[in-house]
Structures are given as structure tokens and as C-alpha cells.
């Protein structure tokens, strides 16, 4: 049977859900169920969240498990009640801070994802806007890119580049590598003066023809040959052109967008 995961939080809940995620993975084996209860900020809250949990765990009769980021002592007490195994995320960090810092820390429900920076959310605006002008080479005129996304149609160029421009306010555009460029083995003349931001995605045929034929099921774009090709000859072109590239058949967006800013020389924090 699958055990039940909580993700409680007085916020979104992202923190605690990809906290949480990172360490499910490392066992392998056990089936989770996931569940994410968001902007638990008030004791009525607290308590209705803690009854579900309490409620599934009889359902089951396993012990559910909550990885809680309510910084609130009080609701996290009240989720507690629920008798699921609790994993508080903060609780190891705020003693030592506390004692080094000589200072108690403030609760403020939902702080980690409030928008208290206007210009750093302006940042991410801005990103985003740019992002989508400029994908699937929709927009070629890159001189404000910070960085450029190549590859095969569908290798994870569009997904990466918005969470570059979400997470990082990173000004990401990406190209689509056509069946022209590659028939040509030639990197479009625009691109040409951008080559120190160009990273290249590749990605395993078998995956990307999954992937397109969700998109385009029956055509000729997602045959397993048209795939084959397409990527045997944009690795080649990659490899002639002396361009960094990473395979995103296992990698997730996240690691993806990792490596292309330690690669880039982009030191961009998250905003």
C-alpha cells in the first residue's frame, strides 16, 4: 500500500513539497501518495488539515507522514495532534540561528513567498515577458538575452527557460534547431553573435519520440526515425560547433537549469 504524504505549509507549500520530494526519492521501493495542503495560517486551518490527516491514517491504517513548514509552534502543535509522523523543515536550522545570531526569530506566517522585494518581482516579470517573446525563436533579436536554449523541437528548451525566468529573473530565449539548420549543419546568422550564451539541450530519441507523439500522435514529426535523425544530427552540429550541451532524458528541469548557469558563468540566486 502507498503511504500518504502531507505537504503543510502556511504559504504555497512549495518549500515543503520539494524539500520533501528530494528526500522521498532516496528510498526506493515504497509507492507515496502526495498530498499538498497550502496556506494553513490560522488555528481553524491547522485543525481541519490535522483531521484529514488523522481521517486518511485510519483510512489506511499507516501512519501518515507531514513535512510541515508552518513556522507557527502553534499550528505545527495542532497539525501534531493529527498523530502522523511530523518532519518539521525549519525546526533543525532555528536553535543554531538563534544562538549564533544572539536574537529569537520572528513566525511570519507565509514571509518565504510573500512578494517583499517589489524589484526583484519586477525582475521575474520582466524575465518571464522576455521569455515568452523570445521562444521557439518567435523573437531572434537576442542582444538583451542573458543566455539561449538550443535544440531539437520538444527537448525541454521552452520549460527550462521559464524556470529560469520565474525562479532566477533570468532573461532566457531558446531555438528550435530545424530540420533546415540541420540538413544544412549550420547555426542560423543571427545566432552567430550570441555563441558565449548558447547552451544546447539534447535529448534520448526513444524520449523524445514519447514526447511529440503525445503532442502530435500519427505524424510524421514524431516518428521514431524522424526523431533518430533529428537528434543524431544536432549532436553533430552541437559537437562541430564546440557548444556546451546536456541530455535532459533524465535530468530534471531544476539540475537543467543548474548546470546552464554554473556553465554560463551566471551567478544568479533564487529571487
Known sequence: MKRMVFYISDGTGITAETIGHSVLTQFDGIEFETTRIPFVDSPEKAQLAADRVRSEGERSGQRPIVINTAVDADLSAIIASSGA?????????????????????????????????????????????????????????????DL?????SRSGKTPTCLYLALQFGVKAANYPL???????????VKLAPYRN??????IDPVRLQQVRQNRKPGSRYATIEQCRWEVTAAEKLIRRENLPVLSTTHTSIEEIASKVLQTLGLNRHLL
Not at 506566517?109 to 518571464?128: L, P
Not at 539561449?148 to 531539437?152: D, M, Q, R
Not at 550564451?197 to 539534447?202: G, I, P, S, Y
Open 85 to 145: 509522523l511530523m518532519l518539521d523543515v525549519f525546526a533543525p536550522f532555528i536553535l543554531p540561528l538563534e544562538e549564533e545570531l544572539g536574537t529569537k526569530r520572528q513566525s511570519r506566517v507565509g514571509k518565504a513567498h510573500g512578494m517583499v522585494d517589489f524589484a526583484e518581482y519586477e525582475a521575474r516579470i520582466n524575465a518571464t515577458n522576455y521569455t515568452l517573446s523570445h521562444d521557439d525563436g518567435i523573437d531572434l533579436n537576442y542582444g538583451d538575452a
Open 148 to 152: 539561449i536554449l538550443i535544440g531539437v
Open 178 to 188: 530545424t530540420p533546415d539548420d540541420l540538413e544544412l549543419q549550420e547555426m542560423p
Open 197 to 202: 550564451k548558447m547552451f544546447a539541450l539534447t
